[in-house]
């Protein structure tokens, strides 16, 4: 009989059975993985826009404090009337003071006199660039001070002094005490030092009118000094005694003939009184001085920039009061050829006794040479002249300073501005302050009737054809600044301002000129004809050309009448603003 074998199977169903939820649990760790990419990717879309949008801010921030650096140069710039309209003059000295610069005057200086602060409606602190500005949405700016870097509100100052030694003095000594180191801060009233006379009896007798007892007052500055500079800088005024010495109980009178002095290139003016009384009985005699500090030369404007949601950004800059700098050594500086001061220049100054060139600071500052020159030949000429018009050439009048000045080169460069030092530095040379100017002039414009272009700049090419100016700022209140490629005759209404010439500048005595002129590459300046002018400022004169060394310039003057060149610090500063406020640098902080 045949057995039947049944062998067991699992099925598939019994086989599968521990399987049970793996797909779940797939899905559920795919769809979390998906759901991680899908939140990353949400993330990084919202931070994407969030960084977008802040960064935009930023953008907006950073624009309006630049805009507030424009706003605050185009302030300094005096193309900004005050407001409200009280008829405050914008300048250095005035923007860093906050009871100038502000109105009302609170706060650090931010130009609130000027510029209109709107926001808030309160307790306004910013100026708002959007219409319906607020910390939500919009732009606006603050400035956020004004410093001078270089201090010239600080003034450190001390004095030496020495008189002659008269005969006829006898036993009688006058003692000096000078004023040791002194720091001021702000503008005031302090002393030059003292003097005392010493051994006077009742049977003394001097009478200053015979016996001239003269005194050298020098005052040295030892802060604040021209930037990149460390040595002191010292200026002498001189005095004279009048009166008469019969007893103990005489009074005489120390007379100063310069009442102001300025240190050069700084700006400090100290003044002292014309006369000052002197008792000869041992009484120990202050001389006062009213000191005033110099207008800043630079200027470190911040500003905060403010954008929609809170952002903000901080600018500043700094920026030079001048766009060129020359502090002039003489009335008229004549630079000769080359640096072996063995080439004679072509000097004329007129025969007329009224024909008149004068150190003397019509501004009050102390006087300087009438012309320095830099070749031995020049200065010979120049005495050669005086000696035949004796009072046609003047200096300090107290005898300091020589009404004729010769700077020795090479060893003396130094004393002349760089820009008449060398021809060829690509920067400070002739060339390239000549080459300055004329970009300086092709920026500044003058009776434009729609925008500004080259049809109304104060560039006039006369060389190439072009008209010459008509207009030498005369009539305007500060001057223009006029620039002439080629040869130009001043036009008898005269000019005012900054005048710079490359060709041959003519000009008839009777023709007058406020400011600074500056003929060079030609170097040819002719004055010609009677008159009785007065033009008041510096002159300067130097002839080269596109390559090469300085060459011998010219300045002739011709004719009879009683025409004055005459120095005029303040005529000068003027000028000098005309060439631009620049901006040195700017920066965050």
Known sequence: MRQ?????????????HGERGAALITVLLISMLVLAGSGALLLTTTMSATNAISATDEIQAYYAAEAGLQSALNVLRGNVAPHPNDGTKINFKNAINVGTSNNPSSGVAQLSRWLVYNY????????????????ADGMAYSIAGISDPDNTSRVVYSTSGSFNSPAGMGTVSVIYTPQSSLDITTNGTTTLGTIAFSNVKN??????????????LQITESAPLPPGSSSPISVSIKGTFSGIITSTSSIVSLNFNNQSVEIPGVGTLFTVPSTISVPVNGTVTTIPTAVSTAEPGRLVVKTVGFGPHGASKNLQMMISRFGINYDPPATFVIRGAGNDSTTASTVSIGSSANYVYSGVDAALGNPLPAFLVTTDPDYTTLSTLKSNNPTGVQGDPSGLTPILKEVTLPANLTALPTWLQTTSDPVLGARAFVNQLRQAAQQQFSGCTSGHDATCDRYFNTAAGESAPTDFGAT?????????????????????????????LSMSGSQTFEGLVLVLGGGSLDRSGGGNGTSLGAFGVAKFGGTGDFLAPSFTSSGSGTSTLQLDRSKVKTALRLGGIPVLCVSEF
Do not use: H, Q, W
């Open 4 to 16: 039947k074998l049944t062998v067991a199977t699992e099925s598939n169903t019994d086989i599968r």
């Open 120 to 135: 808030p409606t309160n307790t306004p602190d910013r100026v708002t660039l959007s219409p319906n500005y607020s910390l």
């Open 203 to 216: 049977s003394t007798s001097i009478d200053f009118s015979t016996t001239a007892l003269t005194f050298t």
């Open 476 to 504: 305007t209140t500060d001057g223009l600044f006029t620039f002439v490629d080629g040869d130009v005759s001043l036009p008898s209404s005269g000019g005012k301002g900054l005048l710079v010439v490359t060709g041959t």
